[in-house]
């Protein structure tokens, strides 16, 4: 073990998260790449984590949406150096079951996770193995870098929708990083209106900046209604479900055109009830319900993470808007709190540990 010391944000247990000094990591194998991290964002998957459920294994290391400067490499650690701006897919498959073995690595059966099951990035350096290091392109930063995950995943749920045609009319419920960025992707993929869905006004204003045609207040309109109206009764083709409420949840399908597809991606802690309109309107319309989950860096047909990089380093993607919060690793707890209680309105809080 190295006897270097570093500041790390670990959960000790539910609702107890603390900035402790613990050793700092070394190479251990000779693949290993220690990283500097410059920037660490927070998933809605980590306040839920932290303030209620836990982590498989504690004391841990949280966070898994990062970007810094490779430190140090092992002797196998092709393609990487000292100096090299990256970021990191958290998903760590095990190679070895049935659907690592066609490529399907979202859907490993024994995978391991940077910041859920092995030490994370909230932290000033973390070790991760080369296969799930993506240098940043020259105009990614390193903000922009630690949303590469939140965008990819974006990605992954509109790429759930078998086809995406030009001028198809697109909602995405749910204005959280994800929910923006799955907002631009569908504007950037051809779809001619995208509604944007929330229950703030602040959201949907930073919505409408990002391109959205028409912005609906769940708490003060119709959601199905106003939907409804702007599309002559017919609904959308696509809805993409990123709120996770049993609200939204129905609305989702409710809004949707004959033969329509929606999306669900927002992580549900409740049952879910369909009405039976809508559960017959499913049956008689042949609607589409698909699942996402996470994202892919397989290299076939795309590698998401790539496209999320040159979509951002391009501008396409625009990401510096989301960021809300940015934390020191020691005002930890404070960040939690505010979070899980809701006390200000937030999109992507990041950690900055060299502050």
Known sequence: MSNQKMRAVRLFAPGDIRCVEIEKPDIKEDDDIIIKVKACGVCGSDIERVMEKGAHEMPLTIGHEFAGVVEQTGKKAAGFESGDRVTVMPLLPCGECDYCKVGEFVLCENYSYYGSRINGAMAE???????????????????????????????????????????????????????????????????????????????????????????????????????????????????????????????????????????????????????????????????NIKGSWNSKISPLPINEWKSSLEFMNTGQIKTRPLISHRFRLEDCQECFDMMYNKTEVFTKVLFKPEK
């Open 125 to 287: 350096y973390i070790r991760v193995k080369p296969d799930n290091v993506l240098k940043l392109p020259e105009n990614v930063n390193f903000e922009m870098g630690a949303m590469t995950d939140p965008i990819s995943v974006a990605l992954h749920a509109v790429r759930q929708v078998d086809r995406i045609e030009a001028g198809q009319k697109a909602a995405v419920l749910g204005m959280g990083p994800i929910g923006y960025a799955a907002l631009q992707w569908l504007k950037n993929l051809g779809c001619g209106q995208v509604y944007a869905v929330d229950i703030f006004d602040e959201k949907l204003n930073l919505a409408n900046q990002l391109g959205a045609d028409f912005c609906i207040n769940g708490k003060s309109q119709d959601v199905v209604e106003e939907i409804m109206k702007q599309t002559n009764g017919e609904g959308v083709d696509i809805a993409i479900e990123l709120a996770g409420t049993t609200t939204t949840q129905v609305q989702s399908i409710q809004i949707l055109k004959k033969m329509g597809t929606a999306v669900y991606a927002g992580i549900s802690y409740d049952n879910l009830e369909f009405p039976n309109k809508t559960l017959n309107s499913i049956l008689r319309e042949q609607l």
